[in-house]
T-cell receptor
Framework: GAVVSQHPSRVICKSGTSVKIECRSLDFQATTMFWYRQFPKQSLMLMATSNEGSKATYEQGVEKDKFLINHASLTLSTLTVTSAHPEDSSFYIC????????????FGNGTRLTVT | RKEVEQDPGPFNVPEGATVAFNCTYSNSASQSFFWYRQDCRKEPKLLMSVYSSGNEDGRFTAQLNRASQYISLLIRDSKLSDSATYLCVVPFSGGYNKLIFGAGTRLAVHP
């Protein structure tokens, strides 16, 4: 089945620094990837839709200047959390739909970000 | 009506029990639905896809009721390893190829 790889799986950084998270589709081309965030004991919240070769589409309330998304190729999307603060500490998960419009989402294994 | 709604549970059942979860959705044009399972501090994993009236895979059965706009997940002969949060996923009514996740239903299977 479709495989999505996410890196790093865990990162601890100091407040004010930036963190880049990579998401790769390993065996299929993904023109669209999705970035989710999940706080403890809460549901997955869609942050943005990453579109290959064009600007990402951000959900309401998500700051595009803080969460920079780049989707430069059909197999790679990156999310950069700029000037991270403790409240940005969360579980970030990328996903992609393989193949057709009706395909399910395949998830990366997530990145647990802790900002100290 | 919310895009997708689930009973949060938790459902506490003994091993061997049969348990069912429901999920209601608002987008009547949706064609595909999915059930995912998420273990604590892990990413969601696809459990079943539902494209027509239903789907069955071993102990798991998913059914779709388009008239009432809900999908259900039935787990027979529950195992301890079935303990997880089960997420219902439906297409976003506004298009954009997005999928919307329900808040999840927690299942705890005890000995």
């Amino acid at each position: 089945g479709a495989v999505v790889s996410q890196h790093p799986s865990r990162v601890i950084c100091k407040s004010g620094t930036s963190v880049k998270i990579e998401c790769r589709s390993l065996d299929f081309q993904a023109t669209t990837m999705f970035w989710y965030r999940q706080f403890p004991k809460q549901s997955l919240m869609l942050m943005a839709t990453s579109n290959e070769g064009s600007k990402a589409t951000y959900e309401q309330g998500v700051e595009k200047d803080k969460f920079l998304i780049n989707h430069a190729s059909l197999t790679l999307s990156t999310l950069t959390v700029t000037s991270a603060h403790p409240e940005d500490s969360s579980f970030y998960i990328c996903s992609a739909r393989g193949g057709s419009y009706n395909s399910p989402l395949h998830f990366g294994n997530g990145t647990r970000l802790t900002v100290t | 009506r919310k895009e997708v709604e689930q009973d949060p549970g938790p459902f506490n059942v003994p091993e061997g029990a049969t348990v069912a979860f429901n999920c209601t959705y608002s987008n009547s044009a949706s064609q595909s639905f999915f059930w995912y399972r998420q273990d604590c501090r892990k990413e969601p994993k696809l459990l079943m896809s539902v494209y027509s009236s239903g789907n069955e895979d071993g102990r798991f059965t998913a059914q779709l009721n388009r008239a009432s706009q809900y999908i259900s997940l039935l787990i027979r002969d529950s195992k301890l390893s079935d303990s997880a949060t089960y997420l219902c996923v439906v297409p976003f009514s506004g298009g954009y190829n997005k999928l919307i996740f329900g808040a999840g239903t927690r299942l705890a299977v005890h000995p």
